[in-house]
């Protein structure tokens, strides 16, 4: 069993930067490939970004590319995306999700078998 726990949400202007992370239980993070979607209201979960195990390989939403960086220490268990240029559209619930054992950076949301309970992230115009 994996437990994920999203922190650093809040409130910021559009045009600032924000930092989530994610803390893994577990010790055999290093195998997990990690994911962040967000659910904004009204609509359906989507895709944000994806690291693979060693954190040699990303992949990110053309919406957020450029602006957005995922990132990983397998030391501290942790998982973190790096939000700058942030924007109003960018106001969702944002989760962390895990795949343990997975080979390749993954962006379906069926790929992952862990997920976080949600940190909220609102920018305000």
């Known amino acids: 069993q994996v437990q994920l726990v999203e922190s650093g949400g809040g409130l910021v202007q559009a045009g600032g930067s924000l930092r989530v992370s994610c803390a893994a239980s577990?010790?055999?993070?290093?195998?997990?490939?990690m994911g962040w979607f967000r659910q904004a209201p009204g609509k359906e979960r989507e895709f944000v970004a994806a690291i693979s195990r060693s954190g040699g390989s990303t992949t990110y939403a053309d919406s957020v590319k450029g602006r957005f960086t995922i990132s990983r220490d397998n030391a501290k268990n942790t998982v973190y995306l790096q939000m700058n240029s942030l924007k109003p559209e960018d106001t969702a619930v944002y989760y962390c999700?895990?795949?343990?054992?997975?080979?390749?950076?993954?962006?379906?949301?069926?790929?992952?078998?862990?997920w976080g309970q949600g940190t909220q992230v609102t920018v305000s115009s």
């Open positions: 999700a895990a795949d343990p054992g997975g080979l390749y950076v993954r962006i379906r949301q069926n790929e992952y078998n862990y």
């Open positions: 577990g010790r055999t993070f290093s195998s997990y490939t």
